[in-house]
């Protein structure tokens, strides 16, 4: 690879919005490491992508288990010494039960661990290969759901883990103010995943637009926002 090509994080990319955006990442000439919790499938995936002709790597890494994440980590300071972009894409959404109240602390444990606590983990072993060089841009995959503006009742495990995920990005991007390391959060809209299911109203394409656009912003573009549709939307 040659010494100015940026080198690109996706985490939960084997399918989905984290796959769609490595593609994506991938045809603007960037080098992707597409990484899963499952090898099997991100090995699978991340071949696919190699038969379209893309610079596509592949490294397990589950964002709830810290051991997975220094691993990884080592791996991209012994084989980069520099990481240029992170998504944070990888998420749950576990909640069955659509009263806060009946909700269930187990559930609402293994939610934030990955929606939260994967996001935290992977930015304070990822950011400083991004500080080395003074360049790096964060994505946190939020959601609408998350929003406390609009804040309403139903899934209360992934609602809270979003919103909190929200607060993750407005910290690391406050603390990284004034430098070339610009933070942000995306609603990538209802989607056509296994997550967001047949009925969803768009498809990854459009969902990942907004995600490869703040993955990809130029120096001086905005910090600790929420985007939704490349615009600001309210936290
Ligand atoms: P998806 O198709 O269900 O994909 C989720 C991905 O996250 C999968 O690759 C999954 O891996 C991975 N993942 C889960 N736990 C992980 C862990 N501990 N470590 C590493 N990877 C893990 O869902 P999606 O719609 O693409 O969602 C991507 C992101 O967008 C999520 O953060 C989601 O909350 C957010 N989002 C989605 C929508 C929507 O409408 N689809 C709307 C708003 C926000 P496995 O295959 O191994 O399970």
Request: net charge neutral; hydrophobic share 40%; glycine share 10%.
């Amino acid at each position: 690879m040659s010494e100015d090509q940026k080198i690109a994080v996706v985490t939960g990319a084997n399918k989905g919005l984290g796959f769609e955006t490595c593609r994506q990442l991938a045809k603007q000439g960037i080098k992707v490491i597409l990484t899963s919790r499952s090898e099997e499938k991100g090995k699978a995936a991340a071949e696919k992508l190699q038969a379209e002709g893309l610079d596509v790597t592949y490294h397990q890494l589950d964002v709830s288990n810290p051991s997975s994440i220094s691993l990884f980590a080592e791996f991209m300071q012994h084989e980069f010494g520099k990481l240029d972009i992170l998504v944070n894409n990888a998420g749950v959404w576990l909640d069955t039960e659509s009263s806060v109240l009946k909700a269930n602390l187990e559930t609402l444990q293994k939610t934030i661990e990955t929606n939260l606590y994967g996001p935290f983990l992977v930015s304070q072993a990822l950011i400083p290969l991004m500080k080395v060089h003074n360049y790096g841009r964060v994505v946190n995959v939020a959601s609408g759901a998350g929003q406390l503006a609009e804040m309403q009742t139903g899934y209360p495990t992934y609602r809270m883990s979003k919103t909190a995920l929200n607060a993750l990005t407005k910290i690391t991007g406050n603390e990284l103010a004034g430098t070339n390391i610009l933070v942000n959060s995306v609603c990538p809209g209802w989607v056509k995943t296994d997550m967001g299911g047949a009925n969803a109203t768009r498809t990854v394409e459009q969902g990942v637009d907004t995600i490869v656009w703040l993955a990809t912003l130029p120096d001086g573009g905005p910090t600790s926002g929420f985007f939704r549709d490349r615009q600001p939307f309210a936290w």
